[in-house]
């Protein structure tokens, strides 16, 4: 058992930083009603399709300097934070409650804080169709 959990709290963390970046996703399609499966995740500037670095969670960010490898648009530092904050949510459970029941309690608290940042992207949304 011992010897099983880091890898287990390293598959966990892994999961929290994609569960980071589908809340990236969500936060900015759902509010301008877009689906949040199809088309693929796209550059909104230049229009094309995002491949497996580019998709890493913060590493992507780091290795493409913040930038669309093809038009040089800035992603913003907000999606690899975002990301960040849900792995680190897991590490924080997990090293606060043990694997169990911190890998649960993790998975929740990156729930509420997707909820987080999607509701705040649709108060956003509201806001700039207001002025
Ligand atoms: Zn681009």
Known sequence: MAAVAPYL???LVVVGLMLGSFI???ANRAPRGESLVRP????RSCGRHLNAIDLLPVAGYL???GRCATCRTPIGVSAPMIELVSGGLMIVA???LGLWPGAAVGLTLV???GLAVVGRAFRNRSADQLS
């Open 9 to 11: 709290t390293a598959y």
């Open 94 to 96: 997990i090293a606060w």
């Open 40 to 43: 693929g995740s796209h550059c």
């Open 111 to 113: 729930a509420l804080w």
């Open 24 to 26: 990236n996703l969500a």
């Open 63 to 65: 290795l493409r300097g």
